[in-house]
């Protein structure tokens, strides 16, 4: 009987090693770290921001207080501290990190941060809120060939910061909008005269 017990007892841990060795493999993380600056908020509301370059945060500031910066290693950094105050933190995606900080013998507050994410360049396809096709493209620094339902007379704008003001024909057709993310654009379009329709296209790769 004490054998067969120890046997069903080998054969449970076997079979929650193999368990566990089942899960590790899900947890385990492989982003590529985005380099540049990154921005985002803490529980309280407070502004954080950090810069990563290389395999090192640096300037990680929570509000107006400089904290410091941390080595990074495998998307991640352990508990690092300047005077007292520490942070510690992971990347769930390339541009996006979630982590911890806490001053001198306080406790830890949750914060995530992300960095902009460069537009896609290429065709972006959707409809506007009358259901009409809509199509634009976006190169460099400019969407061009705006359409709607294959028709419109639509100029090149020029994006900054994310966006492009109202860029409007002599013909009098007009159109303005921002990217929401890399992959999803946003905007509204209208004829002379003509009240403005909101519209909403997403990356498309043939």
């Known amino acids: 009987m004490l054998r067969k017990l120890t046997a069903a007892a080998a054969v449970l841990f076997c079979v929650a090693g193999l368990g566990l060795a089942a ?66 933190g992971q990347w769930q995606l390339d541009f996006h990190v979630v982590g911890y900080w806490r001053t001198p013998g306080g406790h830890w507050t949750a914060f995530s941060a992300s960095a902009p994410q460069p537009a896609h360049q290429g065709d972006f396809m959707g409809r506007d809120h009358q259901g009409n096709f809509v199509h634009v493209s976006f190169h460099g620094t400019r969407v061009h060939d705006f359409t709607v339902e294959g028709y419109g007379d639509f100029p090149e704008a020029h994006v900054s910061n994310g966006a492009w003001h109202e860029t409007c024909s002599q013909a009098g057709w007009c159109y303005r909008g921002r990217f929401q993310g890399a992959h999803t654009v946003v905007g509204e379009w209208r004829t002379r005269g003509s009240v403005w329709h909101a519209w909403e296209a997403h990356a498309y790769s043939a």
């Open 23 to 88: 899960i590790a493999p899900a947890q385990a993380t492989s982003v590529l770290p985005t380099h540049g600056s990154y921005t985002g908020k803490d529980h309280a509301d407070r502004k954080i921001t950090f810069t990563f370059s290389g395999n090192q945060i640096s300037h990680f500031t929570v509000g107006s207080h400089l904290i410091g910066g941390a080595h990074v290693s495998n998307g991640m950094w352990h508990e690092t501290c300047h005077n007292g105050y520490c942070t510690k």
